[in-house]
């Protein structure tokens, strides 16, 4: 994590020196849920997502966009003994390639990566940590568009994260448990013009 860090600044610094990088803050709220073959009449949680992220020019309309998200996901399911929610909280990194339209819309995608933070089922009032039934890393691939309006360094964005990484850490052969979450939110860019 250290070394992750170390590289994501020492990336922002030589981007800074070499290009009009432009880096802001994001909030927004998650409808999270869990699928795969070992899951099973599960629904949505909506949770929250917040972070921070830089915008490095390439060339012409298109950018390259480095985050760092938290991201509480997981799902709700009801079974005989009652209804349950499974809580993840994952610190996500995307690496998203965006596409800029003068007109303020943009649509990006691009690889994430989420360290799994802490992990819990809530039932009845009573929460049970279930981190080690988890894979401590997530792999998925983000798909977006978004809207930054023209009067304030302001907008907003919708994206969807599909999970590529079976996380169930002691799965069956066969079975899998992948995230998806769905996100909307707004954000906003220091020194924008």
């Known amino acids: 994590m250290k070394k992750l860090f170390v590289l994501v600044l020492s990336a922002g610094a030589f981007f800074s020196a070499n290009a009009q990088v432009q880096f802001g803050v994001k909030a927004g709220a998650n409808f999270a849920t869990l699928t795969g073959n070992a899951v099973d009449g599960v629904k949505s949680k909506v949770d929250f997502n917040g972070g921070a992220f830089a915008r490095v020019p390439l060339f012409n309309s298109f950018f390259l966009q480095p985050e760092l998200v938290y991201s509480g996901q997981g799902a709700?399911?009801?079974?005989?003994?009652?209804?349950?929610?499974?809580?993840?909280?994952?610190?996500?990194?995307?690496?998203?390639?965006?596409?800029?339209?003068?007109?303020g819309l943009f649509a990006e995608t691009?690889?994430?990566?989420?360290?799994?933070?802490?992990?819990?089922?809530?039932?009845?009032g009573v929460?049970?940590?279930?981190?080690?039934?988890?894979k401590s890393t997530d792999f998925s691939w983000a798909f977006g568009v978004g809207y930054q309006l023209s009067s304030i360094p302001a907008g907003i964005n919708?994206?969807?994260?599909?999970?590529?990484?079976?996380?169930?850490?002691?799965?069956?052969?066969?079975?899998?448990?992948?995230?998806s979450v769905f996100q909307v939110g707004v954000f906003y860019i220091f020194g924008s013009k």
């Open 127 to 134: 929460s049970q940590d279930v981190k080690s039934s988890y």
């Open 76 to 103: 709700k399911a009801s079974v005989n003994e009652g209804d349950f929610t499974v809580n993840q909280s994952y610190l996500n990194v995307p690496v998203l390639f965006q596409y800029r339209h003068s007109s």
């Open 158 to 179: 919708a994206r969807y994260n599909l999970g590529l990484t079976n996380i169930a850490a002691q799965a069956d052969a066969g079975q899998t448990v992948k995230n």
């Open 110 to 124: 691009g690889p994430q990566v989420g360290f799994l933070l802490a992990a819990n089922v809530k039932a009845g």
